[in-house]
């Protein structure tokens, strides 16, 4: 049993041996604050939930290494909670980046979304043939990154940095169309 007058250096102390009862004082102490940062921070309440769930897992996994520069261990959470909000975000980004428009996706056939797609398939002609692969697979067909680099014969990061340059062309192109 601890003792609620705990310094929160003592209960990290205690938290670095693996002590369960100090991760649940670590908690009560402050789950609230940390809940009501994330949901500052978070897009959705499932991105609020896993930052707040993220935060106590870190407070846990390092607590062995954790040096309060005061007494309180709710700046180092809120910071934490801070880096799992942000990279939160750049996964929705991410993922944003990969879903089509709803007008496009909602297209009844693949004619009719063939159809009006024809300008990005004059952009990817226009990339050189490796480039253009890629793209063909991994944006048209919805082959992984990874499935795509083996087939390729290239590494998964070449993958990556081809499509996200296709990408980068692509937006200049639907931009410049826009004028």
């Known amino acids: 049993?601890?003792?609620?007058?705990?310094?929160?250096?003592?209960?990290?102390?205690?938290?670095?041996?693996?002590?369960?009862?100090a991760m649940g004082m670590v908690f009560d102490r402050y789950a609230a604050s940390v809940t009501r940062y994330a949901w500052a921070l978070a897009a959705t309440p499932s991105d609020a939930e896993e930052i707040v769930q993220d935060t106590f897992v870190t407070v846990w996994q390092k607590a062995a290494v954790i040096v309060l520069p005061e007494a309180s261990l709710l700046p180092w959470l809120?910071?934490?909670?801070?880096?799992?909000?942000?990279?939160?975000r750049r996964r929705h980004f991410r993922n944003?980046?990969?879903?089509?428009?709803?007008?496009?996706?909602?297209?009844?056939?693949?004619?009719?979304?063939r159809?009006?797609?024809?300008?990005?398939?004059?952009?990817?002609?226009?990339?050189?043939?490796?480039?253009?692969?890629?793209?063909?697979?991994?944006?048209?067909?919805?082959w992984s990154y990874a499935d795509a680099a083996e087939h390729l014969g290239v590494s998964v990061g070449a993958v990556r940095q081809r499509v996200a340059r296709a990408r980068a062309r692509l937006r200049k192109a639907v931009t410049e169309n826009e004028k």
Not at 1 to 21: F, G, I, K, Q, S
Not at 117 to 142: M, S, T, Y
């Open 1 to 21: 049993m601890l003792d609620r007058d705990m310094t929160d250096r003592d209960v990290l102390a205690r938290l670095a041996r693996r002590d369960e009862a």
């Open 115 to 142: 159809d009006r797609l024809a300008w990005v398939r004059n952009e990817i002609e226009r990339l050189q043939p490796l480039d253009r692969r890629v793209c063909e697979l991994c944006l048209i067909e919805g």
């Open 96 to 113: 944003s980046a990969d879903e089509l428009p709803a007008e496009l996706a909602a297209v009844d056939s693949h004619d009719e979304a």
């Open 78 to 88: 809120l910071v934490t909670a801070r880096n799992h909000a942000l990279n939160a």
